[in-house]
Every structure is written in structure tokens, then in C-alpha cells.
């Protein structure tokens, strides 16, 4: 695997992600009994932003003053979006970050969902590149009710479900630097479903052609799975020459009106991130409720 995240970490799509995975984490808290949160392409627990461009070949610009940067001294961000700041504020502190106008650190999913969990729930952390598995282990080794494991994610929703719990939350975040990337998505979902019906399963995916996007979720869609919510936000329009122009996180299994709670949190980041005029957020039912 060529790709390497910590570029990109930070970044409108990170930023957008964690949000909508701190909101998912903390409705399914609502309820007591306890949950595995399975992340199949986890990562590493945290990013050094001034290291971003670092053994990067190309002199590119870092990415994360258009994402986490435009919200980080947002006074006005709505509850759920300075929950997950605050967040990120607690993850820049704890890493030896003393100053207050920029973050130096950045929370990978695992990290959050470390934060978020309660006593009575489990982390599953998947990651078969061994560099970012050996940060994991760095990070996460001798946590209490974590555990990390270096194989391919996607065998994880065959070899972990259903869990003890019976209740699950699996993050499936991937590079996608295969073509059949979609192809793989859908194949896990299915045996996934297969094995946990409730589970809530939620899908990041970037946003690069409109027509490779919808006919990944029209593959959902003729799986007939339970309520399935696509959640999007967009930069630039289908015409714009940037390569990704946006992302969307589909969720199978939503919380109750989490459709709800999410759509004012797209509309204020749309705003926040300044996406172009053809650009903004997108909330769609892709097999209803």
C-alpha cells in the first residue's frame, strides 16, 4: 500500500468524517449496553500535521488549514461540531501542543472512539500496513478493552461479527487505491449484514466521479439492506478539475433521526469549509426508513 494518510489528515474530509463519527459514537451511547467499535482500515491513532509533507516527493501544500483550520476558532459552530474541536483540542494538548492558534496534532478515528468509549465498550482496530499497525500498537498497547490487529479489514466483518455485544458500530474508511475498492465495500456489507443485521455500519467514500459514486450506491441500494442514509459534502461541482471533490459517509442502520441531527451540522460546514457555488452539502435516503 502506497498510500500514506498523514498528508491529508486534517483536511475537509477528515474533518467532515469525524464529525458525522463522534455524532454516530455518541447517539448509539444513548442507549447503556455496551458496543464494539470495529474499524477495518484504521490507520494510525494521531498525525503530526508539521510533519505533513514530510518524505512526500512532491512539494505540495498540507491540507489541513482548509479543513481543520477553518473551524478550529469557530465561535459559532453548532454543539456537535465544537464537541468534536474540543475533541481534537484535547488530542493537540495531550500530544505536548501548547499553542492555541493552530493544532500540531490530529486525532485519527481510533483516537476519538478511544476518547468516546465507556467501560462497557470494546475497540477493534484494524490495519494491515505494518508501519501504520506498529503507530497503533505505539499508541493503543496495553489499553483496556483495545485491541489491534494487523490484517486486512474487510476479513475482520467475517472473522469479528457478530460480536458479544451484539451491537456494533464498524467504520469502514479505506485508501482506495484499488479500482475495486466499491466492489470490495460491498462484498464486506454483505457478509457483514449477513452476520449482524441491527449493526450500524458506516461507509466513507471520496467524491470523484458523480457517475463511479452513484453507481456505488445504487450497489447498496440492490442489496436491499435496512435504511441506508447517504451524507455528503461537496467543494466543487461535477465540471471542477479538482481530482476529489468532496465525500460522503453512508450509513446502513442510522440511530433515530440521526438524518435529522446531521443536516443542519452538513449545512453549517458547507459554509464553514467554503465549498464553490456549485458545491455544497447533500443528505439522501438511499433505502428509506
Given at each position: 500500500m502506497n498510500y500514506r494518510h498523514h498528508f491529508h489528515a486534517g483536511n475537509f474530509a477528515d474533518v467532515t468524517k469525524h464529525v458525522l463519527l463522534v455524532q454516530l459514537l455518541r447517539a448509539l451511547q444513548k442507549k447503556d449496553r455496551g458496543l464494539l467499535y470495529l474499524d477495518t482500515h484504521a490507520g494510525r491513532g494521531v498525525y503530526d500535521l508539521a510533519a505533513a509533507a514530510q518524505g512526500d516527493s512532491l512539494a505540495r501544500r498540507p491540507e489541513h488549514p482548509d479543513g481543520i483550520g477553518r473551524v478550529w476558532a469557530r465561535v459559532d459552530a453548532p454543539a456537535p461540531v465544537a464537541d468534536y474541536v474540543a475533541l481534537v483540542r484535547q488530542c493537540d494538548q495531550e500530544w505536548g501542543n501548547r499553542e492555541e492558534e493552530a493544532p500540531r496534532f490530529y486525532p485519527g478515528s481510533p483516537w476519538l472512539a478511544r476518547k468516546l468509549a465507556r467501560p462497557q465498550d470494546r475497540l477493534a482496530l484494524c490495519e494491515k500496513h505494518l508501519e501504520e499497525c506498529a503507530a497503533l500498537e505505539t499508541e493503543f498497547g496495553g489499553a483496556k478493552r483495545v485491541a489491534?490487529?494487523?490484517?486486512?479489514?474487510?476479513?475482520?466483518?467475517?472473522?469479528?461479527?457478530?460480536?458479544?455485544?451484539?451491537?456494533?458500530?464498524?467504520?469502514?474508511?479505506?485508501?482506495?487505491?484499488?479500482?475495486?475498492?466499491f466492489a470490495q465495500i460491498v462484498a464486506a456489507l454483505r457478509e457483514g449484514l449477513r452476520r449482524l443485521p441491527a449493526g450500524v455500519f458506516a461507509v466513507w467514500y471520496p467524491l470523484t466521479v458523480r457517475a463511479r459514486t452513484e453507481a456505488f450506491l445504487a450497489a447498496l441500494r440492490d442489496m436491499q439492506p435496512p435504511p441506508t442514509l447517504a451524507l455528503e459534502l461537496a467543494l466543487a461541482g461535477e465540471n471542477s478539475p479538482l481530482k476529489m471533490k468532496g465525500c460522503g459517509l453512508a450509513v446502513i442502520n442510522p440511530p433515530w433521526q440521526f438524518d435529522q441531527e446531521c443536516k443542519p451540522i452538513l449545512e453549517w460546514l458547507a459554509h464553514a469549509l467554503e465549498p464553490a457555488p456549485d458545491g455544497g452539502a447533500r443528505l439522501e435516503w438511499i433505502v428509506p426508513e
Open positions: 489491534v490487529h494487523a490484517m486486512d479489514g474487510y476479513a475482520a466483518l467475517r472473522a469479528m461479527l457478530p460480536p458479544p455485544e451484539r451491537r456494533a458500530l464498524v467504520l469502514i474508511d479505506p485508501p482506495f487505491e484499488v479500482q475495486d475498492e
